[in-house]
Nanobody, 121 residues
């Protein structure tokens, strides 16, 4: 199983980006029951959770991105997305997608390799 994150880039304050995470390695809609999460790691700081979406579509956002970012998923296509609007310099970091089968689990089963987002002022 592999998660492949993409869509990062260098943008200016106020711009938008769409991150994608493609899941592969199994046939069929195997991703459907998984909780999917976007994390980010700003330069010199700890990794932090940005947003997650559960199997039933419930979403949760960190306070720093609420109202600006939207997480979504396409189970049939085995894709996870993060639409980021009104980007700020503090959104700069490496963004990772992750998946876990059980919402209550403390660790994630699969991680993507990360995609870099740089927001300049």
């Amino acid at each position: 199983v592999q998660l492949q994150a993409s869509g990062g880039g260098s943008v200016e304050t106020g711009d938008s980006l769409m991150l994608s995470c493609a899941a592969s390695g199994r046939t069929g809609p195997w991703l459907t029951p998984y909780t999917l999460t976007w994390f980010r790691q700003p330069p010199g700081r700890e990794r932090e959770r940005v947003a997650h979406i559960t199997a039933d579509g419930t979403t949760l956002y960190s306070d720093s991105v609420k109202g600006r970012f939207t997480i979504s998923r396409d189970n049939a296509a085995k894709m996870l997305y993060l639409k980021m609007n009104r980007l700020k310099p503090e959104d700069t970091g490496v963004y990772y997608c992750a998946a876990k089968r059980f919402p209550e689990a403390l660790t994630y089963d699969y991680w993507g390799q990360g995609t870099l987002v740089t927001v300049s002022s």
